[in-house]
């Protein structure tokens, strides 16, 4: 079975500094990972995925994410956070074989303050 | 394109009081259904699923109950609604291959009171 855990439960940081959430993943399997964001009250929103291929990938809105294999991480980045980004992020994976059920990590909340 | 409608967006009901909510998917056939529960401040957590018509799979034991009635239609059902039973639901599907990744409704924020 496939798990995710997202250690920071919640990330303040400053308007216009980096930002990094990190996420890692136990499987004994080939996966495809994925991060989504959430707005309050509203659903989930699709920022970036993994699927093959180059380890660092780009999305909407700034952010990217790099896969390490070795490490089993697949951190979230932005160089330069806005007010905006104020919301709710999910690390999530799904088996490349059997790609029905994604497991969601417990999310991270990132505050940005002005 | 494909696009997911769920509704309602808001509800409030009493305790004891039955329960319906409604997910659409259009452009795309045989998809893969799932409805999520998010508690107050909580993570995700998955309530059911379908892969087909008529196909529902529980991931939890509680007072709900899930339905599959066309091949695009999922409804989530309680006869009775316990206080607990409060958060944020989400609709969500993908086309099974695992790629593709989920998208998801707009939420219904429902308050058992």
């Known amino acids: 079975a496939q798990s995710v855990t997202q250690l920071d439960s919640q990330v303040p940081v400053f308007e216009e500094a980096p930002v990094e959430l990190r996420c890692n993943y136990s499987s004994s399997v080939s996966v495809y990972l994925f991060w989504y964001v959430q707005y309050p009250n509203q659903g989930l929103q699709l920022l970036l995925k993994y699927l093959s291929g180059s380890t660092l990938v780009k999305g909407i809105n700034g952010f990217e994410a790099e896969f390490n294999k070795s490490q089993t991480s697949f951190h979230l980045r932005k160089p330069s956070v806005h007010i905006s980004d104020t919301a709710e992020y999910f690390c999530?994976?799904?088996?490349?074989?059997?790609?029905?059920?994604?497991?969601f990590g417990p999310g991270t909340r990132l505050s940005v303050l002005p | 394109s494909q696009t997911i409608h769920q509704w309602p967006a808001t509800l409030v009901q009493p305790v004891g009081s039955p329960l319906s909510l409604e997910c659409t998917v259009e452009g795309t056939s045989n998809p893969n259904l799932y409805w999520y529960r998010q508690a107050a401040g909580r993570g995700l957590q998955l309530l059911f699923y379908s892969v087909g018509i008529g196909q529902i799979s529980s991931e939890v034991p509680q007072n709900l109950s899930a339905s599959r009635p066309q091949d695009r239609q999922f409804i989530l059902s309680s006869k009775k609604l316990l206080l607990s039973d409060s958060g944020f639901y989400l609709c969500a599907w993908t086309s099974g291959q695992g790629g593709y990744g989920y998208t998801f409704g707009s939420g219904t924020r429902l308050t058992v009171v």
């Open positions: 999530a994976v799904t088996r490349v074989d059997y790609g029905q059920n994604f497991v």
